[in-house]
């Protein structure tokens, strides 16, 4: 979700933004199946808790080599995700399935920019990022090996190190 708070600041406060990193996420709106999907998961997890949806994102989330080969990361990841309120999260999933698309917006970003993706995120894939480098100018792509939708997580060394050098070079 940070993300797309990022592009919601910039698009009110560009002004104030040094420079962006834009980490496992992307641009458009969400689809209308994506919307009913998000829509259907707020009711469920209203209706029995966080426990199905967290398991059925799991894989989403992570590697499938994480999945099997990591059970510490599993396990931070489904803790994390089962301590979130169901209200809170159902109120995330209605956020995110009504936000703006901010395409348009991103050939008006004139900052220096970090767009970080893991190379099997199957929410905010590849190709996502793709566009969002190609039309943010002077942007850097860099794609984490390894990692899906928590690259910030599954391969913290690469993410933090790039983050790292891109924040030394906008101070």
Do not use: C, W
Not at 62 to 85: A, G, H, Q
């Amino acid at each position: 979700m940070g993300g797309y708070v990022v592009f919601a600041f910039y698009k009110q406060f560009a002004t104030r933004v040094r420079g962006l990193v834009l980490a496992d996420t992307r641009a458009q709106a969400d689809t209308e199946e994506a919307k009913q999907v998000r829509t259907q998961q707020a009711q469920q997890i209203l209706a029995s808790g966080m426990a199905g949806v967290t398991d059925a994102m799991l894989p989403k989330l992570l590697t499938p080599e994480t999945v099997s080969k990591r059970p510490e990361v599993v396990k931070r990841i489904r803790d994390m995700m089962l301590k979130t309120k169901p209200a809170g999260a159902a109120a995330a999933l209605r956020g995110m399935a009504a936000r703006e698309d901010q395409t348009a917006l991103l050939p008006q970003i004139s900052v220096p920019t970090l767009i970080l993706v893991g190379r099997e995120d199957p929410i905010t894939p590849l190709p996502d990022s793709e566009k969002m480098h190609d039309t943010i100018a002077g942007s850097r792509l860099v794609v984490i090996e390894n990692a899906s939708h928590v690259s910030n997580i599954e391969q913290s060394a690469v993410f933090n190190a790039e983050v790292s050098s891109f924040l030394r070079g906008v101070s």
